[in-house]
């Protein structure tokens, strides 16, 4: 596979990110100010400048085709698809990787399946790591699961 072409995954780790949390500040300074609950100052620009900041900060995962969004609790993944998945990682059983797909499979026996055909690895990997460290998860492969089927 040709690395040029392969798409990147865009990662937000959202425990303890400092620029977030600056930008949360400076939002709810703008609306506090701009109603009129702190300066006495009413200004409908900087209630706006407010309400533009967050609209940003949370379009986030609509920018990009492929985004992952995680803290410690769970994760949300959107890969080439227009939709999110979110999943928590005290749910997650299993994960197995296939050479074009991710599949997720929760304790519930349900199973969340993603393409990641036209992926790049190094992300691929990321991704992985985040899954299992988080969630304690069995993982398999191609190559793990021809080393567990009996002969």
């Given at each position: ?7 990147k ?14 930008l ?19 200004n ?33 993944i ?32 349900r ?6 055909t ?27 699961e ?6």
């Amino acid at each position: 596979m040709n690395n040029a072409k392969m798409k990147k995954i865009n990662f937000e780790n959202l425990s303890w990110n400092w620029t977030r949390i600056a930008l949360l500040i400076l939002a709810s300074l703008c609306l506090l100010v701009g109603y009129g609950l702190i300066l006495n100052y009413k200004n409908g620009l900087i209630t706006s400048l407010g309400f533009m900041i967050l609209v940003i900060m949370l379009s986030k995962r609509f920018w990009y085709k492929n985004y992952v969004e995680y803290n410690k609790l769970g994760i949300v993944i959107k890969l080439n698809l227009i939709t999110d998945r979110t999943i928590k990682f005290s749910e997650i059983d299993k994960i197995k990787l296939n050479d074009d797909k991710l599949i997720v499979q929760l304790n519930s026996e349900r199973k969340i399946e993603f393409q990641i055909t036209d992926i790049d690895s190094s992300d691929i990997n990321k991704l992985l790591r985040i899954l299992v460290e988080n969630s304690k998860s069995i993982f398999t492969d191609n190559r793990t699961e021809k080393l567990l089927l009996p002969i």
